[in-house]
């Protein structure tokens, strides 16, 4: 049994926030692994994923597990040559095609919800997050301001962030100050 | 005269039901929601508002529009005050403090308007003549004095508080200026079905449809305008940015706009002052119009003196009567268009002056043809027009002269990527070619095309090229009718009569002074510029860079299209710069990473230390310790005599993994890793490819193919690039890969010689001297926590390093902590950490500062003779490996309370302290409680064979000067007894 | 300016890092010699017009070759190195 107590990496830092008409919240990434294909085996990763109801994805692509077994674990590429499994640890037989590594406890999780969150985030973000250019499911690397970035939408007007741990107080200032920009125009109506 | 300045019936652009009080120069005035100050200011009957740059005459508001070059003012705002913002851009809010700018006392009495009498020595390039002797007096004397006689506004001297915003945004089509040719071209695109932004200057759409009201498909311009903007306003594809001006057309469509966000509201609340955007677009309609551009005449700078164009904005929007009586002086058919449509607004047209002599003749008004105007009087406001005709000089009473010398299409942003325009005789003015930028189109007035109808049918043209570059259908469009009359003009620049004739208001550059820099030699259109200083105002020269030129051409025989155009770049407009550094400000350019054990450390009292992004405990004070020196003494004791605890989570971790791993990490490292055993740890070398040392840390082997790598704190970024690049550009086709687990893993150093005890009272499975010895590494479980453990010291002490999933960090911290207390310890911060990592002789990047190598460091026995390396040819180069380079050696003062100072020079123990006997640095220095004397590190010529010698340190920067005694760099237990028992 | 990343597709160029010509993809034989080594590492032309160089894409790790143009700032493509 631990003996230590959690401290959650967006704990203390007031979440969640609600302005206008945008909520961010916590949304610890819970247990994931990042799975590394070594070279020519994406294919193989795809076979020994199966069992999940998944598959390795391409890049920008978020997958989720497919049917009842799938109990919300989710794939979502992160990276060249990377992808982060979410909610189930690796299976049998992958670690002799990938390199595994457990970073359920390096990245803070973010939800970022409402009509004004393509606003929000046009703020710190750099990327075209226009619907029609990153539809629902769709994955990126970037930058939240000067922080490194995992975005991935997930709903219309919700998108999943996870910076650094170590960086989520500046991440949710950082997103703070947005909102409240947003908000102050959003009242001029 | 006060009062009587509004046209009953005219301004929809004001609301009279809303009146607003504000002030200028501390005179209460009142105008309307929706006035600019300009038009407020104008309507209250003020006509100076500042004085000019170098001669400090009276001036009055030039232009409706961003071009303004004379109604530059201050805003007040509390504590704060904002210099050369244009009166004829802010727009009017309640309370809103106006200050005029330039002047001493004030705009009535200006001392310095004794300038103007000694214009004949403050020509062109004066001051580079007048004040050469003597030298020295340059920057004492004459330039302070110029500066304060010759300015703009002031700023506060504090620091800017208000809130700026950066923003990005995506479209097909960026729409830049929503007058006739814009709207056509948004609404096109809107229909087809494009993601179209159209980008306006002003806070409404129409442009020139608001000034000059024509009729549009048989609607008044301001029913078709309300028409197309609820149809732009229906599509959801279609976002309308008003009070946002394009500054900047930069590579691959990106383009820079700056929107006015709260400065003209009263009380802006949580808004930002100024967002500034940058816009992706795949194609874009520059849509910009153009600016109208006055007639250099004498005495043409007098406050009254206006731009033609501008009395129709004044008179329509805002319901301003520019004067009593008003003259116009043009030299093209919109000129006297102007006039006609002053008079049907009911404004008493004084004389239509025009040097063309076929002008029309019968109108409602006197027309001068084949006239000039010569000169004009009045001190503080125009009040007569002289007018040289056929028939002599006549003096017509007028309080107001509006020029027209003609248009200038506005295509500054085409140019902003070195492209040039050409001169178009047609209508006397540059206009912009396709392709300047890529993907940018020029239309309507911008392209040129000057008539209401030209603008429409242009902007259709416009969309539908683009939607076909876009692939999208073009949908039918039919524009609506308007006029088109043909615009006339016959190219006049300058009235030759004697007297001043101004070309560039903001700079009081006038046509002598551009003749005279000609006669001087400046006659490349760039050298006239510089020499003048015309166009270098905060209008750039927007309404005299064309008329100069054409000047400029003139005195040196050339035509004005082989004269050439200065060039243009961005921005079109000032922008800010806290608006460009929008989020940049205080902490928002370097995101703080924060311990897990930050918030502990803080409660505990400790001075946070910022080691690249990261903050770390300097030292952790105890009640009755006076200072840092105290505590850190007392912590580096603590380790040395019981146990000590420190988070060194901030190093770089990265795990290898994969069967070519170590085959990898052999050609990472200088030494080797793939004969590491599994659960052994190694002291690694990195160096650049240039043969210098980039980084060093510890390579553990977890597994068969399983590394874990650390880096030091400040270059794990660049020892991740460097990894990748490596493994990218030369073995892509191994079975390595890597990932940073440097946020996963909490991880604190346990040090001192009950070391092992503390740890022992938190493994679920005890450890001995044997079960993990040095430079060993196991998976541990920590108080039931799976974890890992690395014998590993950097203090030199008996020491461990523990990890355990960050979610632990804070508990663990405060375990150990509060364990380590209980033994006689504690915790230990930055410092403490540094002296003693300096007494056993352990680089940082303090030593690895990028020029040094292993031969430097005294440790070329890292490069593996077997195996080829990153840097290793490079590094055996016989420059790289001379005894005449610094070599790394210890400093011992002689005096043991002789302080030592990182960054200070060495020297020979009798030669004077001056560059040529320059021997070597120190890198690193501290207090060593332990050896009770300052410690340095340092590189010395030849050092490792001076061992012994003493040396001079003469800091002059900070004023020391102490002996040195030149020594082994581990001053402490050279045999690692401690750290191995 | 804008790169397109082979991974990512266009982004802004606050994401990449530059690092210099291509040549550095080129590394000498460990015995190639000063000549050789000192081309590799330090000579380099300065070219008014196509040129190559090598990018990272910081945010996911990858990278590329860019080819443009000094002169006219075009960016003609990019390709991953592996």
Redesign the interface.
Known sequence: ?????????TD?LGLPLAMGDCILSAQAPGTAW?I????GRRAACSAALAPLGLSFPA??QGLAGQGLAAGGRRIVWA????AFLFGAAPPEGLAEH??????????AGLRLQGPDAEAVL???????L?I??FPEDHV????L?????LIQRTGPETFALMT????????V??IGH?L??V???R??G | MSGGWRIPGRGAGIDRQRPLRFRFDGREMEGFAGDTLASALMAAGVRVVGRSFKYHRPRGVMTAGAEEPNALVEIIEGAQQTPNTRATVQELYAGLQARSQNRWPGLGFDALAVNDFLHPFLGAGFYYKTFMWPRQFWERVYEPIIRRAAGLGSLSGRTDEGAYEKAFAFCDLLVIGAGPAGLVAALRAGRAGADVIMAEADTQPGGRLLADLPEIGGQGARDWLAGVQAELAALPNVRVMTRTTVTGAYDGGTYGALERVGLHRADPGDLPRECFWRIVAKRAVMATGALERPIAHPGNDRPGVMLASAMPAYVNRWGVAPGRRVAIFGNNDSALATAQALTAAGVQIAAYIDPRPDVPALQDFPVYRGAQVVGTRGRMGLHTVQVRHADGVSEVPADALGLSGGWNPTLHLACHMNGRPEWDARIAAFVPRDGMVPGLTAAGAAAGGLSTAACLTDGARAAATALADLGLPVPEMTPPGAEDAPYGIAPFWAVDAGGRAWLDFANDVTTKDVAQAAREGFASVEHMKRYTTQGMAPDQGKNSNVAALAVLADATGQSIPDTGTTTFRPPFVPVSIAALGAGGRAKGFAPERRLTSDAQSRAMGAPMIEAGLWYRPSYFPRVGEATWREACDREVAMVRGAVGVCDVSTLGKIDVQGPDAGRYLDFLYTNRMSSLKPGRIRYGLMLREDGHVMDDGTCARLGEGHFLVTTTTAAAGQVMRHMDFVQQAFCADWAVRFASVTEHWAQFAVAGPRARDLLNTLLDQPVSADSLPFMACQPVTVAGVAGRLFRISFSGALGYEVAVPARYGAALFSRLVEGAEALGGGAYGMEALNVMRIEKGFITHAEIDGRVTAFDLGVQRMLSAAKDCIGKPASERPGLMDDARGQLVGLMSVDPADRIDAGAPLYAADAPARAENWQGHVTSAGYSPTLKGWLALGFLSNGRARHGEVLCIHDALRGRKLMARVCDPVFLDPEGRAMRG | MRLTCPCCGPRDRREFTYYGHETFLHRPAPDAGGQAWDDYLHNRDNPAGPTRDLWYHDPCGTWLVVARDTVTHAVEGSEALA
């Open positions: 049994m631990a003996d230590l107590t959690v401290t959650e990496a203390g990042l590394a294909p070594y070279p890049p920008g990276g060249r040559d990377q990938a390199a595994l590594t457990d970073q359920s406890d390096g990245w046009a703020r710190l973000v750099p990327l075209d226009r029609g250019a990126a690397r970037s930058l301001g000067h922080m490194p970035l650094y741990r170590s960086m989520a107080g500046s991440a200032q950082e947005a409240k920009a908000a102050a125009r009242r001029l």
